[in-house]
């Protein structure tokens, strides 16, 4: 069977969260983004582990028959973020014990700072049979190749996958040798429960049912078979561009200013600049069984951008509902036959979805934390 799954999101315990997030509307936003597997997000935290094991029975938690993963993102001392999955609550308390004594807010931060190496992270993930990736592994921010070179360098031995996060995709990723033999994960590090934001990005995976070790197989053994996200020009780090301002530059014109803008803001390196400076290929060499990269963003983005409104206007709320009528969002986008939507929606609707499923959109590329916009045929 084939199930589509978003492996990193937030609870209200983390910074910048909604705090009406809980594990009930986390599985409504889920049904009808059309996700069947979603990881809890913050495990770790106290407050979140006791809503967490509300919905637990027998080692397996469901929710309203979405099916949840224990996981959690920490950030170690280089400020470099990792993203975690636990088989259950046992493992994930026993990785909490290894570094609670490193983590001065471990029990008030859901995304816990921990005064350890990634190599460290990862010893302890492995001892507790968790499976460890970076988390948005190119972003400008607190991510490895932020300020690191080399993921074995940095890690010491291999971890079990890598989060692409949403200004890079597999064409970006795969310019890099060291990364052909990691699975690539897509997922949204949502901060809320909404369609628009849950399942931004989102896998694919073949098992033959839905249990963690099917999930741990999947991911372990090629059983990957789509990566969803977003363009990477679409994300808000694609392009080296001022923080403050968002002027975009040449890396080199950058580096002549000292990485300082105009307007006195800093300039943040792109995914784009950075990928080139790691890769050693021109473009990306996917490996054997690497699956597709579909690049896609939330339906209500692409409806406000059909109509030239808002996401969160009322008009394009509407149109949502009618398409969700035919199926979930994720049908909607990739599924379900364009005759059936250009029955349900305006024709720029259609036009819109069916341009995405073509290609044949342009972007206007994202930098220094803007989002690039999308402009249809």
Known sequence: MLINADLHIHSPFSGGTSDTIDLRRIAAGAKMKGLQVVATGDCLHPAWQREIKKYEENGVIVVDGVHFVLGVEVEDKNRVHHVLLFP????????RERIERHSPNIREEGRPKVSLSGAEILERAIETHALLGPAHAFTPWTSLYAYFDSLMDYYGKKPSFIELGLSADSEYADRISE?????FLTNS???????????????????????????????????????????PAKGKYNRTACSSCYRQYEKEKAAQM??????????????????????????????????????????AEIIGQALGLEYHAGIVKKRWEEL??????????????????????????????????????????GGGGKYGEVILP
């Open 179 to 183: 990364l052909h033999s990691l699975p």
């Open 324 to 365: 969700s009528r035919l199926g979930s969002e994720i049908e909607v986008l990739l599924d379900i036959n364009i005759s059936l939507i250009r029955k349900s929606a305006p024709p720029a609707v259609a036009d819109a979805i069916e341009a995405f499923r073509n290609g044949t959109i342009r972007i206007v590329p």
């Open 258 to 299: 000292h990485w300082r803008c105009y307007c006195g803001g800093t300039i943040k390196k792109g995914v784009r600049d950075r990928i080139d400076e790691l890769a050693d290929s021109p473009r990306g060499v996917h490996p054997e069984g690497r699956p597709p990269y579909v690049h896609l963003i939330p339906l």
């Open 88 to 95: 259950d609550f046992s493992a994930a308390d026993e990785f």
């Open 189 to 231: 590090d949502a901060h809320s429960y909404m369609p628009h934001r849950l399942g931004r990005e989102f896998n694919r995976l073949e098992v033959e049912e839905i249990t963690w070790d099917e999930i741990r197989r999947a991911i372990e053994h090629n059983r990957i078979v789509l990566n969803v996200g977003f363009p």
